[in-house]
């Protein structure tokens, strides 16, 4: 059974570029969570979906930022015109439909903006 | 404003001795976890604790809560140099958004 998968591992970007971060959950978990992790600190929740749902997005910046989870297919968060200070780790995690507090984290992607 | 935030930051110990974390938060919880993260990787889950629960052991891992005092403790026992890593508690008061403390960097010396 794969984990949660993320891809890619490494995105470099140019300011003002966008950047797509994908998502794969694990195998029947239908639930998607993404998070964020600047230099030297904690996780912080962005965005909590579920299959063609926004749950919960009270942790995404209000503006330049999206989520989405398709009825086929990864979750996308979509950064656009990408800023230095959206360098970070953003990380996806996805749990069971009865068991949201059991998040399983993928490897995250390293986001970097030059 | 944070939830769970760890104590020590940073923790140099040498191989072979007990390594001992503290996690500290604000409000009430459902479950509290902790997780490992190796330096510029993913996130590991240790261990799960459900708020009637007090102490739960996983391994080398022994892992308390006291909800009265709302703190956590993780102690690693025997410890390795595979065990430096950087280790965090998260905190989940709404059933799904777990808030994450700052970590705390432990270094095994070998």
């Known amino acids: 059974n794969a984990g949660v998968m993320q891809n890619p591992r490494h995105l470099v970007r140019r300011r003002g570029q966008e950047a797509r971060l994908r998502c794969s959950p694990m195998?029947?978990?239908?639930?998607v969570y993404w998070y964020r992790q600047l230099p030297e600190e904690g996780l912080k929740f962005m965005v909590y979906?579920?299959?063609?749902?926004?749950?919960?997005e009270s942790g995404m910046p209000k503006e330049r930022f999206s989520a989405e989870f398709p009825k086929e297919g990864p979750s996308i968060l979509r950064i656009q015109q990408v800023v230095r200070g959206d360098s970070a780790a953003y990380f996806c995690?996805?749990?069971?439909?009865?068991?949201?507090?059991?998040?399983?984290f993928g490897p995250g992607t390293r986001l970097t903006v030059l | 404003s944070q939830q769970g935030e760890e104590d020590p930051q940073a923790l140099s110990i040498q191989e072979g001795e007990n390594a001992t974390m503290n996690c500290s938060y604000k409000?009430?919880?459902?479950?509290l976890q902790w997780y490992r993260q190796n330096s510029g990787r993913g996130l590991v889950h240790l261990i799960l604790?459900?708020?009637n629960e007090r102490e739960k052991h996983s391994g080398r891992l022994r892992v308390t809560l006291d909800t009265s005092k709302k703190s956590s403790s993780l102690l690693i026992t025997a410890s390795r140099a595979a065990d430096t890593a950087s280790y965090f508690c998260a905190t989940d008061d709404s059933n799904y958004q777990l808030i994450w403390g700052a970590g705390t960097k432990l270094i095994i010396k070998p």
């Open positions: 979906l579920q299959k063609e749902n926004i749950i919960d």
């Open positions: 195998k029947g978990h239908s639930h």
């Open positions: 604790i459900r708020s």
């Open positions: 995690a996805s749990s069971p439909p009865s068991r949201a507090n059991e998040q399983f």
């Open positions: 409000t009430s919880i459902n479950n």
